[in-house]
């Protein structure tokens, strides 16, 4: 990178990247692009970019810290799964071409988005089959929720752009909870993603630490502020939100 323009750049991709992943998800679309943007190589842009974020979603879930009261075993039983989907998703960064998960990419966030539309209707009939049935959901939504999640993790290790909307529409689609407290648990399993993601890395890849250094500083200060924000969302505001940032996130994604 060179000059105080590139480097204010990356310093406000970090900022609106930590804001958007505490609020909706997708940030890593507004930072990966400025660092492509500023000459860096696709695999050292997004390991600089997983490492750069990490402020931010621990940030986003200090913030969000009163909605993940209770929600502690689900916490650590998806924790384990997204540790073991980052270092797989991490390890396939560094062996399948670049070229490997862009066709399906778009494809996993749309139907993300059609089941976060879909939710309050979906979990209205699930309610009503369980009540007719009896049967009942467990508190962290059985293994299909885990097996969903960690495949959504190993996404998140190669590649992580919209993965909280992917985490935010399986857990509203298994789960009869407020869509703030889903949106609490994203921001501590991304955080674990890219966490486990960069230990990785660091052994095996070469980072840009400037860009890492702006990135964190800014999402640091973006992840609190999009937390505040968020957590006043009414879930109507915050699913539309999300559909709108998925939306961008598969444009983005078709075209680039």
Sequence with gaps: MEGLGELFAVLAA??????????VGSGTLISFPVLLAVGLPPVTATVSNAL??????IGAAIG??????????????????????????????LVLPAKAFEAIVPVLVGLALVLVVL??????RLRARRARTGRRVPADGGPPLLVGLTLASVYG?????????????LM??????????????????VAVVNTVAVLFFLVVADFDWTAVALLA???????????ATGRRL???????????????????????
């Design 64 to 93: 969000y810290r009163r909605e993940l009261a209770g929600q502690r075993g689900r916490v650590l039983t998806w924790g384990a799964g997204a540790v073991v989907g980052a270092l797989t998703g991490a390890m396939l960064l």
């Design 157 to 169: 290790g190669y590649f992580s752009a919209a993965q909280g909307i992917i985490y935010v529409a």
């Design 217 to 227: 500083a800014g999402s640091a200060v973006g992840g609190r502020a999009g937390a």
């Design 234 to 256: 009414h879930p109507a505001v915050l699913r539309g939100l999300v559909v709108v940032a998925g939306t961008a996130a598969i444009v983005q994604l078709a075209v680039r």
């Design 52 to 57: 750069g974020l990490i402020p931010g979603s």
């Design 119 to 124: 939710q309050p209707l979906i979990a209205r």
């Design 14 to 23: 970090g900022l609106g990247a930590g804001a958007v992943n505490a609020a």
């Design 172 to 189: 509203g689609l298994r789960l009869d909870d407020d869509l703030q407290r889903l949106n609490a648990v994203k921001n501590v399993l």
